[in-house]
């Protein structure tokens, strides 16, 4: 124990002294003889005397309490600070059994037996045992003593020191408690902490650690970091550490991974601090080590989403730019052509102006369309309305709205489909897009004079519909995110290609909400692709539909038509449109003026834009359906909205039908046709 | 109608036009025709390529994003190429291409969809003038 360190040369001190006491008492008692001594022998004694005072002094100023104990007249002699300790006035006579009264009595039994050691080996002895004070005080001493022998070589007595040691004990005790607790939290800490003496070895380690590294905290006790089994770049970490911590003593920190039992990788950060002893030398390193895996992955979460975020938002760039692009694309042909018109008189040149004019309206109608399509993927809004649909039916429009594309190109398209009929639940329009889309890209994306197929096989409770061109082919990293949105197939890895990311992107949706999957491959740049979608057939045929074309409409009577748009020349192509299938129409450019004209004259129906400067066009129709004439008048929404709450707004302004912009000539003729049936006005 | 006021006589200005997009190909082609110049088009880089070697066009009006070869890859091979050097004009549908792309490939003048009719004609006649 250190305390016993600590006083063991003090007591040895003490013992000299006593025995140099012990002397000068017998000399002492001599000197009660008469006086016949020389004068050397007094100065002698004098010196003595001085000398010995002088230790005493030295030896009550260390706290030290001296003895003899007389076994031959069982008498004890205590120095002042004995009895100053063992809490007696100065001068008491005591007997050993006195001595004995003061021991605490679970300390009685090792005093009485190091006693008796000592008497029986004519040796020494040292114990620390508790003194109980008549007050209830308790202190802490710390008892020596060596066995006397007279000339017959029995024990003549013991003589001896106490030292009062209740304050460091205390001190001890609070240190071993504080240690206890920091043992007792550290095991609760989910950290690992730990201390290293000046020889690099570990005096302490939380249980923590054994969760963490299999090895339980006894393990790394005594032995160096070196020894712990750490990958050799590890431990030269922490020895440049803790070289460093005991060196300059200033806290360091570090981070490593460690593979914990499991084979989890864990990520930590470790706090090394110094600890100093009284002179203010680092006497040992505290080393915390905290987990942060769960922080670090967290961390490493948000690195990834900012990343993700940064893609997104290059690609909608991208897409911006790329959109413009298209934009621009069909409007260079109108351009050019609407010039021809303009300077050529020669009907097939006009025609085939016109032919151009179609053609790429409706590739601009495709690309907004597609925009409107963004919006409702990214809000989850696409939804997909479920009837019997055949198959075959679904093929053979996508096909006819890709064929001028293909016949442009001069490509062919082969198409193998098993005779029985294939139904599928799903909403028609959306997958002829699905088809559509594919087509599209199939033509596009392949030269001038290949050949595209479609191939459809029943496979189990699915159709399969496989798309295969001749193109460009993709990259196995194109295959990876080809369906992602807006990303374009890039097969140069220079210049996009064009299109605007949103076709395939549609594709897996549509056909993912019909129950079924898209996937595709390729055999490399300029191999061609193929796309092959299954989907879910219905095991019952479904009764036949009737597909109602706008030709198989009945002829209908001349009517007079209201149109309303601020763009003047939309609604003066529109009115000259509507004149020039054989009716009457009158255009207006405010809501104010539609709604005025409704009052004074009879209309058979009217084509409203909806973002008018002065009343909103939903304002138009409720005034209309206000008037005794416009209660019944069919009122058609012609506007360049089209999502699902521009369409919920509509019918709630009790519009008869909602068209988005660019109004189609099939679509005027069916409208037209309807209300002159009577099929479109209100009862 | 020919007011292109170039050296050659009409029959000898020639013009390639190069676009994926086929109405705007065929419609350029014949609005220079129309306007004096002897035209022909292709619908990808390597088609252009091929009739560059034929055809020997002084002028050639290329896209830019073309399925396979880009206009810039175009551009590339035909400065590379050891058949008479064309002036070569890019029509871009990107606002944001920036001129020294277009010049770094290897062409002389940058023209952005949609152009008027006066502004591409204007266009070829500084490339014939500058041909002479």
Avoid at chain 1, 308 to 324: F, G, H, I, M, S
Avoid at chain 2, 39 to 65: K, T, Y
């Amino acid at each position: 124990m250190q305390w016993v360190k600590l006083i063991a040369p003090v007591i040895r001190l003490a013992i000299g002294a006593a025995l140099a006491r012990l002397a000068l008492g017998s000399r002492g008692r001599r000197e009660a003889l008469p006086a016949n001594s020389d004068t050397t022998s007094a100065e002698r004694r004098l010196e003595l005397a001085n000398r010995l005072e002088a230790l005493k002094h030295v030896i009550e100023s260390a706290g030290i309490g001296t003895y003899f104990w007389d076994l031959t007249q069982d008498i004890v002699r205590w120095s002042d600070h004995h009895y100053t300790i063992f809490g007696w006035p100065t001068g008491t006579p005591v007997t050993h059994a006195m001595f004995r009264q003061r021991i605490h009595p679970d300390d009685l039994a090792d005093v009485d037996a190091a006693i008796n050691r000592a008497l029986a080996s004519r040796g020494d002895y040292k114990l620390r045992f508790r003194v109980c004070l008549d007050d209830g005080t308790i202190r802490y001493v710390c008892g020596s003593g060596r066995v006397e022998l007279g000339a017959d070589r029995h024990p003549i007595g013991i003589n001896g020191a106490v030292v009062d040691v209740t304050e460091a004990t205390q001190a001890q005790d609070i240190v071993r408690q504080r240690e206890h607790d920091l043992a007792a939290i550290a095991m609760h800490l989910p950290d690992i902490i730990s201390r290293f003496d000046r020889e690099y070895c570990c005096v302490f380690m939380s249980t923590r650690v054994e969760a963490l590294t299999g090895k339980p905290a006894e393990f790394y006790i005594g032995k160096k970091y070196t020894e712990f089994g750490m990958p050799s770049a590890l431990a030269a970490r922490w020895g440049a550490v803790l070289d460093n911590v005991l060196r300059n003593g200033l806290g360091r920190e570090f981070d490593f991974n460690h593979i914990d039992p499991t084979g989890k990788e864990r990520f930590f950060i470790a706090r090394c601090l110094p600890s100093f002893d009284l002179n203010g030398r680092v006497e040992s390193v505290l080393a915390v080590c905290s987990d942060h895996t769960e922080r670090e992955r967290d961390a490493r979460q948000v690195r990834e989403d900012g990343a993700a975020l940064q893609r997104a938002d290059l690609r909608k760039n991208e897409y911006l730019a790329t959109l413009a692009h298209e934009l621009r694309g069909p409007l260079a042909p109108i351009s050019s052509a609407a010039q021809l018109i303009r300077f050529t008189t020669d009907r097939q040149v006009r025609d085939k102006a016109r032919e151009v004019i179609e053609r790429q309206v409706t590739q601009l109608s495709k690309l907004v369309n597609d925009l409107m399509e963004v919006g409702r993927i990214s809000s989850g809004k696409l939804e997909i309305d479920r009837k019997p649909v055949a198959l075959r039916q679904v093929i053979e429009q996508a096909i006819e709205s890709t064929q001028p594309l293909l016949d442009a190109k001069k490509q062919t398209l082969a198409c193998a489909m098993p005779s029985a009929p294939i139904w599928l639940n799903g909403d028609e329009l959306r997958l002829v897009q699905i088809f559509n889309n594919l087509l599209t890209n199939a033509s596009k994306y392949s030269p001038a004079g290949s050949s595209v197929s479609i191939d459809i096989r029943i496979d189990g409770g699915a159709a399969t519909v496989q798309v295969c061109d001749q193109g460009i082919g993709l990259s196995a990293a194109s295959i990876e995110d080809i369906f992602d949105l807006f990303v374009q197939v890039h097969a140069t890895g220079v210049h996009a290609q064009g299109g605007l990311g949103i076709g395939l992107s549609l594709v897996k949706q549509l056909v993912e909400l019909h129950g079924g999957k898209v996937s595709v491959s390729s055999d490399g740049i300029n191999k061609g692709s193929c796309f092959t979608v299954a989907l879910p057939c219905m095991e019952d045929a479904a009764p036949v539909l009737e597909h109602v074309s706008s030709t198989q409409l009945p002829p209908s009577r001349p009517l007079t038509v209201l149109v309303v748009d601020d763009n003047v020349d939309g609604a003066a192509t529109l009115a000259l449109l509507i004149e020039a299938i054989g009716h009457q129409a009158v255009a207006v450019f405010t809501g104010l003026d539609a709604v005025a004209l409704a009052a004074e004259r009879q209309f058979d129906m009217a084509f409203i834009d909806l973002g008018l400067p002065d009343i909103s066009g939903v304002q138009v129709a409720l005034r209309i359906r206000n008037t005794p004439t416009g209660r019944k008048l069919p009122l058609i929404a012609l506007t360049g909205l089209g999502r699902d709450e521009d369409r919920y707004l509509t019918r709630a302004a009790q519009f008869d039908e909602h068209v988005t912009k660019p109004l189609h000539l099939d679509d005027l003729l069916r409208i037209i046709q309807q209300v002159a049936a009577g099929a479109g006005r209100r009862e | 109608m020919n007011d292109t006021g170039a050296a050659w006589s009409s029959e000898q200005q020639r013009v390639l036009v190069v676009d994926d997009n086929i109405d705007a190909a065929e419609m350029l082609q014949m609005l220079l025709e129309m306007h004096g110049y002897t035209v022909r088009v292709a619908h990808s880089g390597n088609a252009a390529l091929a009739i560059h070697a034929q055809f020997a066009p002084q002028v050639i009006c290329s896209d830019l994003n073309m399925p396979g070869m880009s206009g810039y890859e175009f551009a590339h091979a035909v400065r590379a190429s050891s058949h008479p050097q064309p002036r070569l004009i890019a029509m871009t549908g990107e606002g944001h291409t920036a001129d020294r792309d277009t010049v770094a490939a290897g062409f002389d003048q940058r023209i952005v969809k949609p152009f008027s009719l006066d502004d591409m004609l204007a266009c070829i006649r500084s490339m014939f003038a500058r041909s002479t």
